[in-house]
């Protein structure tokens, strides 16, 4: 455990990658069977521990010092985690520390009622940064700037093989994945690749904008909708089902309907939707099933999922990545007409001549449940990661509104003490006659390093009024914020709420007394089309969160 | 605890209280650790948020006087009024006195009595041994005014022998790089270098030139600092494996590029907190503080005893909490100009 929390330790301090890179390798080489494993599973997001949830963190440390203390506390640090371990005092007399190997397979066969005793006579052997290490490991958000990817390159690295080598053959890996570590480092065969469902790495876009398209030949493109849902991956091979989001992230426990759905063995790309009928709901009922562990039988009826189809990797058993797009395109249309499949269809491929051409269908299709086009060379092979050239997301330009800045509260992890969390309102007409401002939404990102410092310190120098974490500020500063949509909520007093709003300009220049209202935010919804899924029944509305499966 | 039976009969905020210039004390007609420049000051300590330039007349500790006079130009425009330790002088109606506060050199707690009450102004203070300066003295009072800047359960400064040992151990680690140790020129700098010599360092100490006058002010009031030379007359040095002191901001200055692939080393009691380490780009975070942790803050409140506590600077309301857990009459007292986050 000590080895692991100085490892966390120095990575949370190390922003460099290639570093971040050294001190994993140097670590996983240096570090014997089995912990090397759970830290490289730990790494990867591939440790849960039911039984050692945050909510019993707090208890311990409401415990300790007190519940208003804790909030204090926790509210400055930031971190839940660190908090507890801050507070928390070695005792010398608690014995040796856990190895990383005891930690995982005592907290594996422990019950909910021996957790907490275990857990506490932990928290008195380590120190400071042993008990953040493994307060950090089973509350399963490390935050030391290490992707699951990044962790795989390192290991990767230890044997000197591509990243993508070991990316196929990870799935169908067990922690703590003694087969991966015999492969790199001792020679021994490589494991089983596309051994049940393994999850093949995606291929993504570069973002592209109009001027730049005209240096492109249209003929050599085809375009789709960007559906806006959730990337994903439907995998089933040796009998094993899978949905993965397109980070290689297993989702299969939050979607059965899916995976009941499978009668194939392929492997597809495409967008997973939450559609009824023919319409696609909006995102805001995908979001509904995200994130859960199980689901119940009335969110399955009343928020069906399905997936719309943009390519296919394998084919009942054939590789088919190494085709060009067209062609992967003619197989994936014959396998889809030979059945109906209700819960699996095709996203159509749009038909332009020009580039004006498909910037007026572009245009039109604003609200219609779409994120913009997907463009893609039709000689295109299926390769992994971000290649430049090959594909192209052209999004569809956001929405703004100038608002006003009416409260700010510290933001967490990296942000941690600058007021980063923005709630920002539009005027309307007051109960005594005249204006005042509504919040429509809250955004935390979108701005700069220095923007944020900028905005932090306008915050503390125009602060008038404190509740708990949250501050007021003067009614003064307009930003100008960028959002991709907007719908009914009955959730805020202003009636609205906006998708994915972030900053996109400090208007210091405009008064406040100048900023849009809530009636002409009314009006973009009428824009958006009653008929549009985007207007529709949100009442489960609330100020949308960062979506980290989501392509950003 | 109460020293006289005025205590209950004169309100302690009639006559020394918050104004947008400092705190004043009315029967004094005087500022303590004013923001701006006033008539009259009497200052705790030396630090840029205590003591400001262009009072007409000012009262410190011999050592905060002179301090001010390396930061201000010589002051020659203020009339100072030197008092040490344990010494006092009546000012209007009021009798103030200065007690060791363990700040910095020259830090005192004002001590302030008035028809039989007493009210300590403790400035900032730590209450572990600093090699630099005189230990913390608690003064029995009435009311005590107490900093907050590390009031919360989680600052728990570790042992400075400890932090030193890390820099130390990383010096012999990556004996081909520079260790840049990023340190308040005021009290940070030369506690540091103190600490290292204990620890059994005497090689030579670079310092950036930000952080000379004030070392030499140091070295001529008896502090010892061992070899210690500016950056700037360095000749065929290459600092690999050198320890290199400069101030904070220096560290990611074009100033810092000279040297070998440094090591970027901060100490502040903020280094506790991880998201404030990073945010300040350190890469070996030294927890080495002038100010009392949570515990010395809890402790110094029982040890000084006082009925009514009043709670500036940081964060107030957690220790406000405390206190008044302690059946103390605490409150926070919001003082102009003082900075959230400094160390």
């Known amino acids: 455990m000590q080895a692991f929390a100085r490892l966390l330790d120095s990575l949370s301090f190390q922003p460099a990658r290639n570093a971040k890179l050294r001190l994993i390798e140097t670590y996983l080489r240096e570090t014997p069977d089995p912990d090397r494993g759970w830290a490289l599973a730990a790494l990867t997001g591939g440790l849960d521990f039911p039984s050692a949830k945050p909510a019993l963190l707090r208890g311990f440390g409401q415990e300790k010092i007190g519940e208003e203390l804790f909030a204090l506390s926790y509210d400055y640090v930031g971190d839940l985690a660190e908090t507890l371990a801050l507070i928390w005092k070695t005792d010398p007399a608690a014995g040796p520390p856990p190895t990383l190997g005891e930690v995982v397979e005592t907290l594996q066969r422990a019950t909910r009622t021996q957790t907490p005793a275990i857990l506490k006579r932990w928290l008195d052997a380590l120190d400071s940064t042993g008990r953040w290490a493994l307060l950090k490991l089973l509350t399963g958000a490390l935050r030391v700037g290490v992707s699951a990817r990044l962790a795989k390159q390192a290991v990767a690295n230890i044997g000197s093989q591509p990243v993508d080598a070991v990316e196929e053959v990870w799935h169908g890996l067990e922690v703590p994945y003694r087969p991966l570590f015999d492969w790199l480092l001792q020679g021994a065969p490589r494991p089983q690749s596309n051994a049940g469902a393994a999850f093949l790495p995606a291929m993504l876009a570069n973002p592209i904008d109009r001027s730049e398209l005209d240096a492109l030949d249209p003929a050599h493109f085809r375009a789709e909708w960007k559906w806006d849902g959730i990337r994903v991956q439907v995998a089933a091979s040796g009998g094993l089902k899978r949905l993965y989001s397109r980070a290689g992230e297993d989702v299969s426990g939050a979607f059965p309907d899916i995976i009941e759905a499978i009668d194939f063995e392929s492997v597809f790309d495409g967008e997973l939707l939450v559609r009824r009928e023919t319409a696609v709901a909006p995102f805001n009922d995908l979001q509904q099933r995200l994130n859960r562990k199980t689901v119940t039988p009335k969110m399955l009826k009343e928020h069906p999922a399905h997936v719309r189809l943009y390519d296919v990797l394998w084919l009942e058993g054939v590789d088919l990545r190494a085709l060009p797009f067209d062609e992967r395109r003619v197989r994936l249309e014959a396998w889809i007409a030979r059945k109906e499949r209700p819960r699996f269809d095709l996203s159509p491929l749009v038909t332009f001549a020009d580039w004006v051409e498909l910037a007026a269908k572009r245009e039109e299709m604003r609200a219609d449940g779409i994120e913009g086009l997907m463009l893609k060379r039709g000689d295109s092979a299926y390769l992994s990661g971000r290649p430049k050239g090959p594909w192209f997301k052209w999004k569809r330009d956001p929405m703004l509104a100038d608002c006003v800045l009416m409260y700010a509260q510290r933001g967490h992890g990296k942000r941690s003490s600058f007021y980063s969390d923005f709630t920002f309102g539009c005027w309307r007409d007051g109960a005594a006659g005249g204006r005042e401002l509504a919040p429509v939404g809250k955004a935390y990102f979108g701005f700069t390093d220095e923007e944020l410092r900028w905005l932090d310190k306008w915050v503390r120098d125009h602060t008038t009024n404190r509740y708990g974490p949250v501050r007021e500020v003067e009614q003064k500063l307009v930003l100008e914020i960028a959002f991709d949509g907007i719908a009914r909520s009955t959730r805020h007093k202003s009636g609205v709420a906006m998708r994915f709003p972030r900053i996109s300009r400090i208007r210091t220049d405009k008064p406040a007394a100048e900023a849009d209202t809530v009636e002409n935010l009314l009006r973009l919804l009428t824009i958006s089309g009653p008929e549009s899924p985007l207007a529709g029944g949100m009442s489960h509305a609330h100020y949308p969160s960062v979506i980290v499966t989501e392509e950003p | ?343």
């Open chain 2, 1 to 343: 605890m109460a020293i006289t039976t005025a205590t209950e009969t004169l309100n302690p905020r009639t006559w020394l209280y918050p104004t947008p210039r400092g705190l004043y004390c009315e029967p004094g007609d005087f500022y303590i650790d004013p923001a701006f420049a006033v008539p009259r000051a009497v200052i705790t300590h030396g630090h840029g948020d205590h003591a400001r330039p262009g009072h007409r007349k000012a009262l410190a500790t011999p050592e905060t006087l002179a301090i001010m006079r390396t930061r201000f130009q010589d002051m020659p425009d203020t009339e100072q009024q030197a008092l040490k330790y344990g010494e006092s002088v009546r000012i209007g109606e009021v009798e103030v006195g200065f007690a060791p506060a363990g700040h910095i050199l020259g830090s005192a707690q004002a001590v302030l009595a008035y028809r039989g009450q007493r009210i300590v102004v403790s400035g900032d203070y730590k209450r572990r041994p600093d090699p630099t300066c005189p230990p913390f003295e608690p003064v029995p009072c009435d009311v005590f005014i107490t900093e907050a800047t590390f009031a919360l359960p989680v600052f728990h400064h570790p042992s400075d022998a400890g932090e030193i040992g890390k820099l130390l151990r990383s010096v012999a680690t990556f004996p081909e790089r520079t260790h840049l140790v990023g340190v308040y020129a005021l009290g940070k700098c030369q506690r540091v270098i103190r600490l290292l010599r204990e620890a059994g360092y005497d090689k030579r100490i670079w310092l950036h030139g930000g952080l000379l006058s004030l070392c030499k002010l140091y070295q001529d009031h008896g502090v010892d600092l061992g070899d210690v030379a500016p950056v700037s007359e360095a000749i065929l040095e290459t600092f690999k494996g050198a320890i290199v002191l400069c101030p904070p901001s220096a560290l990611a200055d074009r100033w810092s590029r000279r040297f070998a692939d440094p090591i970027a080393a901060v100490c502040s009691g903020w280094m506790n907190v991880r998201a404030r380490a990073r945010q300040r780009g350190a890469e070996l975070p030294l927890v080495i503080s002038d100010h009392a942790d949570w515990p010395e803050l809890t402790q110094t409140l029982k040890d000084v005893g006082a009925p009514r506590v009043w709670v500036t600077h940081g964060r107030e309301e957690a220790l406000v909490h405390y206190a008044r857990g302690l059946g103390i009459d605490a409150e926070a007292l919001h003082l102009a100009g003082r900075e959230d986050e400094e160390s």
